[in-house]
């Protein structure tokens, strides 16, 4: 027979649900571990009229994504992504299907597969990351609508010819002189969005997040330091395939993804009704995971609260979505398609920082007086700047 009980909640109020339980808190990630301290690893909540079910223990989201995963693919509306109609091209917005499929796998082969990363390497080590606060998409699209026409013109009277670049808005220009494959200039505008959101703020936050954790704690940032001094040794810039040989520095990123997952509550939307220990998940529910919580969660790590990347050192854990306790990039068929830049990135801009200077607070701050508050937006961001002095090392120097 059918379990019907809902997991257990906050009593709702006629119309306004759970609003007031969720209290002024605007960093909704924090709101909902506070409420499942009481309510528990499952527990649902309602706002208006849309049932949401917050799963705080990697148990449950193994047991929903290994029994469920093709049932909960969609996304919530969000009406931000309607610009332009985005949210219909969108992959991180459609649902599963062929058109995301198709999506997925010109991402993966084309953009994101081992040989395209390494080919366009150097353009990583070249220019770093630009860090947008502010998103506009209608702006953000006009722009790369602009980015298209002139790279296209570039190409001139003969467009198979190529611009003589080798960056990935040629690689899917050229898909779309291949009518075969099906792609338009409209849908090529729409992947620069989704690739443009999907990687700024992420991982500028979490570099800034890493940088800010290593100078509070000054021997773990020296570790990290005489780690990268060892493998590169001096005269030389970072590569990405040193990453490899930098245990402590993976261990530094891991780390700081379990306090600071850019997005700390990942949404998705129940397609039929979810049964899980014992209790239903109504079709439509919004089932939100709630990595921010799982992250400091005292039950699964040792002082949570705590930066100690050493905890991943020899550890089998990892952040690829198949250890629950630790998913900042998501899991299962909807995991983040940017992962094996994102992986890239994060490691060849920290270990390019600690590389090339030391760092150290601004005069008259102490590690203890960091602020470590977070701002609400896409993303969650620091809510002051670091500050940070750099240092001129001889490295720096011999790189001049
Ligand atoms: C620190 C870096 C990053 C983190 C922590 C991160 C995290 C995530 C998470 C949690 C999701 C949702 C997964 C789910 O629903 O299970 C996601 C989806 C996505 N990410 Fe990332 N991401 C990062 C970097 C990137 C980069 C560099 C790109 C692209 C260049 C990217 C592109 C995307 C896209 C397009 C989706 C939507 C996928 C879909 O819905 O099928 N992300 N990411």
């Given at each position: 027979?059918?379990?019907?009980?809902?997991?257990?909640?906050?009593?709702?109020?006629?119309?306004?649900?759970?609003?007031?339980?969720?209290?002024?808190?605007?960093?909704?990630?924090?709101?909902?571990?506070?409420?499942?301290?009481?309510?528990?690893?499952?527990?649902?909540?309602?706002?208006?009229?849309?049932?949401?079910?917050?799963?705080?223990?990697?148990?449950l989201v193994r047991e929903i994504c290994q029994k469920y995963d093709h049932t909960f693919y969609r996304r919530l509306d969000l009406d931000a992504?309607?610009?332009?109609?985005?949210?219909?091209?969108?992959?991180?917005?459609?649902?599963?299907?062929?058109?995301?499929?198709?999506?997925?796998?010109?991402?993966?082969?084309?953009?994101?597969?081992s040989e395209r990363l390494n080919a366009s390497q150097g353009i990583r080590q070249e220019k770093g990351?630009?860090?947008?606060?502010?998103?506009?998409?209608?702006?953000?699209?006009?722009?790369?609508?602009?980015?298209?026409?002139?790279?296209?013109?570039?190409?001139?009277?003969?467009?198979?010819?190529?611009?003589?670049?080798?960056?990935l808005l040629e690689v899917f220009l050229d898909l779309c002189q291949h009518r075969e494959a099906g792609w338009s200039y409209n849908d090529v505008k729409h992947f620069l969005l989704d690739l443009f959101l999907g990687a700024t703020d992420t991982t500028s936050s979490t570099v800034e997040w890493a940088m800010v954790e290593l100078l509070r704690s000054p021997d773990k940032k020296e570790k990290a330091r005489a780690e990268i001094r060892e493998v590169i040794g001096q005269g030389r810039s970072v590569k990405e395939s040193d990453i490899s040989r930098l245990p402590y520095l993976q261990a530094v990123v891991k780390e700081t993804l379990r306090l600071h997952p850019p997005a700390p509550i990942v949404p998705r939307k129940a397609d039929t009704d979810i049964e899980v220990d014992s209790y239903i998940l109504p079709k439509d529910s919004l089932i939100v995971f709630n990595l921010w919580g799982m992250g400091r969660d005292s039950n699964l790590w040792l002082n949570p609260d705590s930066f100690v990347p050493e905890r991943f050192l020899n550890s089998e854990s990892d952040d690829k979505g198949q250890h629950f306790k630790l998913t900042p990039f998501g899991t299962g068929r909807r995991i983040?398609?940017?992962?094996?830049?994102?992986?890239?990135?994060?490691?060849?801009?920290?270990?390019?920082?600690?590389?090339?200077?030391?760092?150290?607070?601004?005069?008259?701050?102490?590690?203890?007086?960091?602020?470590?508050?977070?701002?609400?937006?896409?993303?969650?961001?620091?809510?002051?700047?670091?500050?940070?002095?750099?240092?001129?090392?001889?490295?720096?120097?011999?790189l001049k």
């Amino acid at each position: 027979h059918k379990p019907r009980k809902l997991p257990p909640g906050p009593s709702p109020l006629p119309i306004l649900g759970n609003l007031f339980q969720l209290g002024r808190e605007k960093l909704y990630h924090k709101a909902v571990t506070k409420l499942s301290k009481v309510y528990g690893p499952l527990m649902s909540v309602k706002l208006g009229n849309q049932m949401i079910v917050v799963v705080s223990s990697p148990n449950l989201v193994r047991e929903i994504c290994q029994k469920y995963d093709h049932t909960f693919y969609r996304r919530l509306d969000l009406d931000a992504s309607r610009a332009l109609d985005h949210h219909k091209f969108s992959i991180a917005w459609i649902p599963t299907g062929k058109k995301w499929n198709d999506i997925r796998r010109l991402f993966k082969e084309q953009i994101f597969s081992s040989e395209r990363l390494n080919a366009s390497q150097g353009i990583r080590q070249e220019k770093g990351i630009r860090h947008e606060t502010e998103v506009y998409f209608v702006k953000l699209l006009e722009a790369f609508e602009d980015i298209i026409t002139q790279r296209l013109q570039a190409r001139g009277a003969s467009p198979t010819s190529g611009s003589g670049k080798s960056d990935l808005l040629e690689v899917f220009l050229d898909l779309c002189q291949h009518r075969e494959a099906g792609w338009s200039y409209n849908d090529v505008k729409h992947f620069l969005l989704d690739l443009f959101l999907g990687a700024t703020d992420t991982t500028s936050s979490t570099v800034e997040w890493a940088m800010v954790e290593l100078l509070r704690s000054p021997d773990k940032k020296e570790k990290a330091r005489a780690e990268i001094r060892e493998v590169i040794g001096q005269g030389r810039s970072v590569k990405e395939s040193d990453i490899s040989r930098l245990p402590y520095l993976q261990a530094v990123v891991k780390e700081t993804l379990r306090l600071h997952p850019p997005a700390p509550i990942v949404p998705r939307k129940a397609d039929t009704d979810i049964e899980v220990d014992s209790y239903i998940l109504p079709k439509d529910s919004l089932i939100v995971f709630n990595l921010w919580g799982m992250g400091r969660d005292s039950n699964l790590w040792l002082n949570p609260d705590s930066f100690v990347p050493e905890r991943f050192l020899n550890s089998e854990s990892d952040d690829k979505g198949q250890h629950f306790k630790l998913t900042p990039f998501g899991t299962g068929r909807r995991i983040c398609v940017g992962y094996a830049l994102a992986q890239r990135m994060l490691h060849l801009m920290l270990a390019s920082l600690l590389h090339n200077f030391d760092w150290k607070l601004e005069d008259g701050i102490k590690p203890e007086d960091v602020d470590m508050s977070e701002r609400p937006g896409l993303t969650v961001q620091k809510a002051v700047p670091l500050m940070a002095i750099p240092i001129r090392t001889s490295i720096w120097k011999s790189l001049k």
